[in-house]
């Protein structure tokens, strides 16, 4: 399997066949180190039962590494071009893999629960000016992700596992903690990409887990955390006081809720965002609703 890896020659190779120039509207950054491919599909913990998604395969690097270790692969790729290519690139190098891949040419970020049969686990390269809207959205309407290896700037990384009471904990923390528990898995040289991007990368590797115990449903939780680090600095007593419909209002709902009006919302557990959303009487989605 690891001779069918794609490697510099290749990737430029195909990229001037196809007339390809990286994109950088598409925060298109195309891994070409086998080493770093082999390092992914170790971390993100495959069994051979596992259907794999896979986000922006590209020229389909990560790709072959995915195909050895998993049952299937469901490869999404936005660009036309290499959605049509990637298929071809599979049978030329390793034909006998082909009949685990599946490529869908779509926005990730607007997909939907994908036919056939349940996806298992996301491993990614996804792109820098997308990645946590991509993650958030596929965690909600692919229910039946249950872990993944993603690799992402490593900024975002960063700010994706933050704890709370963390400096750039903050909204994408908060969110992909509702829906599991997230961990950095390493660093990534920028020097492994074409073109050579001007950050580096990290790897995050989620588990999804049940959502908070309560009656709010995910978009009332999610409204909370929205207004509670839209003015990082204030207490949650006045960062809340739109969504609550006034200072007051807010207070209540917190005591309500057991959080201290006086504490800001970098300080706050996703359960106990959960339980202020609970706590409010305008409250429309008691019971749980989705992933």
Known sequence: MDS???GPAEIREIAGRLGIRPSKRL??????????VRRIVALAGLSPS??????GPGFGSLTFGLLGAARRVVAVELDPVLAAELPCTVAS????LMTRLEVVTADAARVGDLPGEPLTALVANLPYNAAVPVVLHLLATVPSLRHGLIMVQAEVADRMTAPPGSRIYGVPSVKLAWFAQARRAGPVPRTVFW???NVDSGLVAFTRHDPPLGGAARAEVFAV???A?????????????SWAGSPAAAERILREAGVDPRARGESLGVAEFARIAE????AGGWGWSGP
Do not use: C, I
């Not at 680090?229 to 006081?241: E, H, P």
């Open 50 to 55: 596992d259907t794999v998604l896979e986000v």
């Open 225 to 227: 955390v929205d207004a």
């Open 279 to 282: 706590a409010d009487p305008k």
């Open 229 to 241: 680090f839209s003015q990082r600095r204030k207490t949650l007593r006045a960062a809340l006081a």
């Open 93 to 96: 190098r390793a034909p006998a």
């Open 27 to 36: 925060g298109q950054n195309f891994v070409t180190d086998a080493g770093t």
């Open 4 to 6: 069918a890896l794609l």
């Open 195 to 197: 073109p050579v991007p």
